[in-house]
């Protein structure tokens, strides 16, 4: 069974449109950790955020949002105002106690001028 | 710059031939990976180091071999073994190889088969 499930596999949106990407996890640990990655056309993916399973406040910086919800074991990533550079392929990631990642499927975000 | 360096950017492989991919780090991490994504997957775990000379197997280890001896490089050898070896490979580091440790990764590999 998948331990991160992202659903969508592709969207796109014109610019300055606002974007949700959504991340369901499963995992039977307390501790654990989310993240977000991006990866752009370069290839390199770019740590956006690390979240912890005992903070559940979401999370604001600039135009991009997180919102944690333990209840329904999601970590869903929004971008307000998608810019073109917001272009990418977007991995949403779980680390637990075994020191193991899961990574995602990848959403694969096209921003259309 | 502190960072990770994949080369080369692009490789072939002809049948029967290994070949190997390299990976550096100048972050002085303790821990290395090597991921394997294919178009419409996730990034799966080849191996990982820890700590010099150390290296574990990930969930796709068949056909691959790594070394560790020195901290800054963790080379990464796609084996004759290896029946279907085109995907894009990175290579990853972190400070420790703990559930919390975000990671770093390089540009990668594209790998295809002649």
């Known amino acids: 069974a998948q331990k991160v499930t992202q659903a969508q596999t592709e969207i796109s949106v014109v610019e300055k449109e606002d974007v949700t990407l959504d991340c369901v996890y499963e995992?039977?640990?307390?501790?654990?950790?989310l993240f977000w990655y991006k990866q752009p056309p370069s290839g390199e993916l770019v740590f956006l955020i690390r979240?912890?399973?005992?903070?559940?406040q979401n999370e604001i910086s600039g135009r991009y949002s997180w919102n944690f919800q333990k209840s329904t074991s999601s970590f869903n990533f929004t971008i307000t105002a998608s810019q073109v550079v917001d272009s990418a392929v977007y991995f949403c990631?779980?680390?637990?106690?075994?020191?193991?990642?899961?990574f995602g499927t990848g959403t694969s975000l096209t921003v259309i001028p | 710059d502190g960072g990770i360096t994949q080369s080369p950017k692009y490789l072939f492989r002809k049948e029967g031939q290994n070949v190997t991919l390299s990976c550096e780090q100048n972050?002085?991490?303790?821990?290395m990976y090597w991921y394997r994504q294919d178009p419409g997957q996730g990034l799966r775990l080849i191996y990982y180091?820890?700590?010099?000379?150390?290296?574990q197997k990930g969930d796709i280890a068949e056909g691959y071999s790594v070394s560790r001896e020195k901290k800054e490089s963790f080379p990464l050898t796609v084996t004759s073994a290896q029946k279907n070896p085109t995907a894009f490979y990175l290579c990853?580091?972190?400070?420790?190889?703990?559930?919390?440790?975000?990671?770093?990764f390089g540009s990668g590999t594209q790998l295809s088969v002649l």
């Open positions: 990853a580091s972190s400070m420790y190889r703990t559930a919390n440790e975000k990671l770093f």
């Open positions: 995992t039977r640990d307390t501790t654990y950790y």
């Open positions: 979240r912890n399973s005992f903070d559940e």
């Open positions: 990631a779980l680390s637990e106690g075994g020191n193991q990642f899961y």
């Open positions: 972050l002085n991490h303790d821990a």
């Open positions: 180091s820890q700590i010099v000379n150390d290296f």
